[in-house]
């Protein structure tokens, strides 16, 4: 085990050198001269642009420009914004506030995805499973800024129970909404593979067999049919986890949540290749831990899964 | 003897006043298709089960055998329901129960040992845990032993039982103790030297915690010469009950698990398939049911495997008075184990009556095909017409061709043939195949034959050129197979054609029937698109199947069908090898036995040679010539057929011949 977990951990190491180097080349390559944008509607000097340029190493080559971004971020110093602010000060503010998003979103799919799921599978054919296959369906083929956009409009702006944005320093019911939107659609992808798991896993012949003991319906069902379907849902949610720490640009957008989608996406337009460089390798370390994770916690569902 | 026929005379009586267990009368099945109609899987059966009696349930896949005693646990799969006639437990109407109910029955008053091994235990929970549940489900008190009235009327020994305490489970903790006493005890009486040794030997090995009772450690100490008083003052110091730990180790002892509280914290993967059956016997028996239902509970084993966990199971069922609802396809084996055997056939109960009287003078024209089909009855009627003196080669379908044996030229060799396979997380390698030499001649069938394991599919798959030995040689009329390539080895697999065990598996569901066995002669570029079609249906003749199957697909054909496809498949590119890998396993009696028929004309016919994998010794005695026997990957004994099974050599042969059920029947000549 200990041998699997330092590979594994070895293993990020050219993942997380690979997605640098690849995000730094595709910033690198946007069209537009991020120092030129600095200037805006006033003339440029150039004498000045080009002491920015300097300050920032944005004559230098671009392999030579990513080594001193890589030297930089081995000693924790990501740079500064054009703007002058430290980029990671930056995104201190911001990943609180995706954290919080994140989770949130994760316990409602979590929740009420089991919950919608579980019932569906054991209850098949009857006319609630059909409701909420409908539902689930409804909720996967719509994009989530259509919901977003219906959600403001009903419970925001209609009948006025949720606030319709989140703004800075958000709390709990600013942003219960976003999370909402931002987990419906993993929700439904749960309720159909809880509902399926469940109603494949009700006829398997061990099930038949905890029955021919002698046991209770609850407690086959409890004991036997959910905790084995819970496995491929637990594993989903795992790496679901990590999707929704990456931030959610279209939410984050929707609902004015300054969060780091919303920070990669300021950052992108305009062209701020080490803040955009420095939130991916964080998401990248937040992704590869909770694949990690998962891997770990598969192991422990499943007796059968032995890592060596 | 006169013993054991006091003790059926009992039991006899005792069935009789108490009338039948389990009654089942009229019952009607019905499945609800897609499309709203109804399937009758059972019609209008009737059987009954008396108080410790074995009763067997024999028909092919689909008879309604499962169904039925499924009906009797209210666990029908899917939209199966019981429409009419009654299911009655100890008088008691339970057909119309709602699943409720069942619960209160189920575990406590009818066990299941369920068919496959494999898929019937939890493989997230440990073993203990899944014996807990049902310990657990069914509030068993697990200090003391449930023993049911017909065991306790029939319980022969010298001591009565007087009073509930008797019956208290020994404990782990009180093991050491109580062993020490014992030891004191003998001591006592004067017992030393050998005679100590054997007799603490003898208690170590009997008195296991969470099994052996108060009254049975003061048995023992009784008949090791102890004094009656001595003896029960141990026994009730010593013998105080065991925990729940104890007595789930203690099932899985009963049910022959050794070294069983460590296997109890194991998971199921780390069972064998036999293990996992013992298992499922445990749980099946760990509330003490009067009734056992016993659904195909060893065919999914190896012959060997199956006759240690029934001999096992036939003891504790005796010994607790269990009665069993034993359901099977093999005529000889329920023969073997039932007192009673019931007939299925498409849903209705054909024939029913007491075992021999079933198997001597089947009356209904199914069971007599049945009879006349089942290999284990047919090889067994060999061996009783040979003992009679009389020629058995009219009753044989296949008769050793000795003289071609010795004649014939050698079509395949295989020397020294040996493989290993690199075991995972290790450097060690395991030799799946050691040193294994024959010949195969032509026209003959060389029968392989051996236990799950021993190497036998490899054997084949290295004849087959589909796997490279580690060393050794394997020659295809004088030529070592290891050397064709292109255009040689094109030609090697046109002249040696495999058929394996699952037809399910070995034909692609997108082919029709026709681009299944035109596809070797495409690939080997013989004919016109005409003459190939014209080829196909020459073959779909040859296995007796209507043209008309041309145009359907595998999953539109049953197992027997699919099976002969396989063989025309084969056949196609008149091949002088088939190597059939277990080609019959899957299959049901009658349909395996027109199999094998086929088999035998199309070798009579074409002069055919085949090499046959099988674990099945019964079927080695209908169709081959020569008889290899492996285990562990070597060759351990190797003749032709009449001399294996007349005249063993080894021991593990001689098993192997003992386990084919049936095999202790006494059939008499009556079988016409």
Known sequence: ?308 | MSEQTNIDDKLDQLQRAEGPLLEVKDLQVDFTTDDGRAVHAVRDSSFSVYPGQWVAIVGESGSGKSTSAMACLGLLPGTGKVVGGSIKLNGTEISHYAQKEFVNVRGSKMGLVPQDPMSNLNPVWRIGTQVKEALVANNMDVSHEKRSDLAKALANADIEIKSEGDETFLGSKELPELLEAAEQALVGIGVEGDAFTRKMEYFRSEWVPGSETRWRVADDLIKAGVKDDDAWYIAKKYVTGSSMEDRIAGLLVEAGLPDAATRARQYPHEFSGGMRQRALIAIGLACRPELLIADEPTSALDVTVQKKILDHLQDLTDSLGTAVLFITHDLGLAAERAQHIVVMYKGQVVESGPSLEVLQHPQHPYTKRLVAAAPSLASQRIVSVEEHGQDASSIMEHKVNEQSLETADTIIEVSHLTREFKLPRTKDMFKAVDDVSFKVKRGTTLAIVGESGSGKSTVANMVLKLLEPTSGTVTYNGSDIAQFKGKSLLDFRRHVQPVFQNPYGSLDPMYSIFRSIEEPLRIHKIGDKKSRAARVRELLDLVELPESVMRRYPNELSGGQRQRIAIARAMALNPDVIVCDEAVSALDVLVQDQVLHLLNDLQAKNGLSYLFITHDLAVVRQIADDVVVMQHGKLVEHGTTDEVFLHPQQQYTRDLLDAIPGGKLELGLNLD
């Not at chain 1, 000693?75 to 500064?80: K, M, Q, V, Y």
């Not at chain 1, 579980?118 to 006319?127: C, E, M, N, R, T």
């Not at chain 1, 219960?176 to 159909?192: D, F």
């Not at chain 1, 012949?205 to 819970?230: C, E, P, Q, W």
């Open chain 1, 1 to 308: 085990m200990g041998k699997y977990l330092l590979r594994r951990i070895l293993q990020m190491i050219p993942v997380v050198l690979g997605t640098t180097l690849l995000v730094y080349a595709l910033v690198f390559a946007l069209p537009g001269d991020p120092v030129k944008a600095m200037f805006g509607d006033k003339p440029v000097n150039e004498a000045v642009a080009a002491q920015i340029r300097a300050e920032y190493n944005l004559d230098k080559p671009f392999i030579v420009q990513y080594f001193l971004f890589l030297k930089n971020a081995l000693t924790l110093n990501f740079g500064e914004t054009f703007a002058g602010q430290p980029v990671i000060a930056e995104i201190g503010r911001a990943f609180p506030v995706t954290i919080k998003l994140a989770l949130m979103a994760f316990c409602f799919e979590a929740i009420f995805g089991c919950v919608f799921g579980v019932i569906s599978g054991l209850k098949k054919g009857k006319w609630y499973d059909s409701v909420i296959l409908i539902v689930s369906l409804l909720l996967i083929s719509v994009p989530t800024f259509v919901t977003g956009f219906v959600g403001q409009y009903f419970l925001g702006v209609k009948w006025r129970i949720l606030p319709v944005t989140a703004g800075a320093n958000p709390g709990f019911f600013d942003l219960l909404m976003p999370a909402m939107v931002l987990g419906s659609v993993s929700m439904a992808y749960i309720i159909r593979l809880a509902r399926s798991e469940v109603s494949s896993n009700i006829a398997l012949d061990y099930v038949r067999t905890a029955r021919a003991k002698g046991m209770s319906n609850t407690s086959v069902t409890f004991r036997h049919i959910l905790r084995n379907s819970m496995i491929p849902v637990v594993t989903y949610l795992g790496q679901d986890l990590g999707a929704l720490m990456g931030g959610a640009m279209i939410t984050e957008q929707i609902f004015n949540i300054h969060g780091i989608g919303f920070l990669t996406y300021q950052s992108i337009l305009k062209g701020e290749a080490n803040m955009v460089v420095s939130v991916v390798t964080l998401l990248t370390l937040v992704f590869v831990v909770c694949n990690l994770l998962v891997d770990m916690l598969y192991a422990a569902l499943d007796p059968r899964i032995r890592y060596a």
